[in-house]
C-alpha cells in the first residue's frame, strides 16, 4: 500500500513527522517484541519505520507481518556494532534488499562475538556474587535473543543484590565498571562496506552522544562518508537545537542526509516510537529521498524476506 508523500526536504516544521528509523524490540535490548513496537508505531501515526536491532535481523520478520496489517511501512534494518580509534561506533544499516553477502557473515560473526562478550560478563559478575551469572541472565532475556548488560543488570536486581538497574549499571555495568566489557567488533569501513555491498544505506547512528568534540567528529564523518557512509542521524531522540544545526551544517559539508530515529527501547520512558526534536530548517536531504530507499518506500514497502540472523 503506498504511503502518504513523504516530505522531500526539511522546511523546519516543527511537528512530528510520523518517521522513525531506529528503534528496538525483544530481538535485542528492546522491551516489547517486535510486532508490539509495529503496533505501538501505528498508534502513535508513525507510518515509515525501521525496527534496528542490534546485531540482529531477528525481529524484522515478525514485525513486516505486523506493519502489513496495520498500514505501517517497515524498512528492514539493524544497528551494527564497530570500533573507530578506539570508540565503539554503531551503524544503522536500512536494507531495503534485506541482507546479502558479507553482510550475512558479518551478522553471524556479530551474534558470536556477543556471546564471547556475555561470558566474560558473567565471569565478572560471579566475582561480585551474582552466582550462574549466565543463567540467570538467561532467564531474564528469555531463550533467544543475545545477552547484553541490561539482562545482568535485571539479574542483579532479582538477586536483590542492588535495588534498581540504573543502581546495577551505576555501580558495575556502566562505563568503565567490571560488566563494561568491549567486544572486538570489526572496523567502521569494514562494517559500511557490508551495508553498501548489500544494496543498503549506511547510517551513523547518534553522532552526538559519542562525547567527541566538534572536530573529532568531523573526522568521523569524514571517515565514515570515504568508507562509502550515506547518512546520519541529524535527530535522535531529543537534543539541543543548536547542537542540531551545527551538525546539519556537517552533513551538508559531506554531502550526507539526514535520518531520524527515537532510539526506542521502552515504554514510559521519555522516548517513544515517533517521538524526538523537531527537525530544523536545512538542505541536508533525508534520507528516504535516497536512490536506494526512494524506490521502496514509494512502492509502500514491499520487502524481501530479510532472514533472521
Known amino acids: 500500500m503506498p504511503l502518504p508523500s513523504l516530505p522531500e526536504r526539511f522546511a523546519g516544521d516543527p511537528g512530528p513527522l510520523g518517521i522513525d528509523l531506529h528503534m528496538h524490540s525483544t530481538a535485542s535490548d528492546g522491551a516489547l517484541a517486535p510486532a508490539e513496537v509495529v503496533s505501538l508505531c501505528a498508534?502513535?501515526?508513525?507510518?515509515?519505520?525501521?525496527?534496528?536491532?542490534h546485531d540482529t535481523m531477528a525481529g524484522v520478520n515478525e514485525a513486516g507481518e505486523a506493519a502489513a496489517r496495520l498500514g505501517v511501512c517497515l524498512l528492514p534494518a539493524a544497528e551494527l556494532?564497530?570500533?573507530?580509534?578506539?570508540?565503539?561506533?554503531?551503524?544503522?544499516?536500512?536494507?531495503?534488499?534485506?541482507?546479502?553477502?558479507?553482510?550475512?557473515?558479518?551478522?553471524?560473526a556479530q551474534a558470536r562475538a556477543r556471546e564471547a562478550r556475555a561470558e566474560v560478563i558473567a565471569e565478572r559478575m560471579e566475582k561480585l556474587g551474582l552466582?550462574?551469572?549466565?543463567?540467570?541472565?538467561?532467564?531474564?532475556?528469555?531463550?533467544?535473543?543475545?545477552l547484553g548488560r541490561p539482562d545482568f543488570a535485571r539479574a542483579l536486581v532479582a538477586a536483590g543484590l542492588v535495588p534498581d538497574m540504573a543502581t546495577a549499571f551505576r555501580k558495575h555495568l556502566g562505563s568503565?565498571?567490571?560488566?563494561?566489557?568491549?567486544?572486538?567488533?570489526p572496523a567502521l569501513d569494514e562494517v559500511v562496506g557490508w551495508v553498501v555491498e548489500a544494496g543498503g544505506v549506511a547510517v551513523l547512528a547518534h553522532?552526538?552522544?559519542?562525547?567527541l568534540t566538534r572536530r573529532k567528529r568531523g573526522q568521523l564523518l569524514d571517515d565514515f562518508a570515504a568508507a562509502g557512509g550515506q547518512a546520519a542521524e541529524l535527530v535522535s531522540g531529543f537534543q539541543n537545537a543548536d547542537v542540531t544545526r551545527?551538525?546539519?551544517?556537517?552533513?551538508?559539508?559531506?554531502?550526507?542526509?539526514?535520518?531520524?530515529?527515537?532510539?526506542?527501547?521502552?515504554?514510559?520512558?521519555?522516548?517513544?516510537?515517533?517521538?524526538?526534536?523537531?527537525?530544523?530548517?536545512?538542505?541536508?536531504?533525508?534520507?528516504?529521498?535516497?536512490?536506494?530507499?526512494?524506490?521502496?518506500?514509494?512502492a509502500g514497502c514491499d520487502a524481501p524476506t530479510p532472514g533472521a540472523l
Open 43 to 53: 498508534a502513535r501515526s508513525v507510518r515509515l519505520m525501521a525496527l534496528a536491532d
Open 81 to 108: 556494532s564497530t570500533r573507530w580509534q578506539g570508540v565503539g561506533i554503531h551503524v544503522v544499516a536500512l536494507l531495503p534488499q534485506g541482507v546479502s553477502g558479507a553482510l550475512e557473515e558479518g551478522l553471524k
Open 131 to 146: 552466582g550462574d551469572a549466565l543463567a540467570k541472565a538467561r532467564e531474564q532475556a528469555g531463550p533467544h535473543r543475545p
Open 176 to 185: 568503565g565498571k567490571a560488566g563494561d566489557v568491549k567486544a572486538h567488533w
Open 207 to 211: 553522532p552526538l552522544r559519542h562525547g
Open 246 to 298: 551545527d551538525l546539519a551544517r556537517q552533513l551538508d559539508e559531506r554531502g550526507l542526509y539526514a535520518s531520524l530515529g527515537s532510539d526506542f527501547h521502552f515504554p514510559g520512558g521519555h522516548l517513544a516510537p515517533g517521538s524526538m526534536s523537531p527537525v530544523p530548517r536545512t538542505a541536508v536531504p533525508p534520507v528516504w529521498t535516497h536512490p536506494r530507499l526512494a524506490g521502496f518506500v514509494a
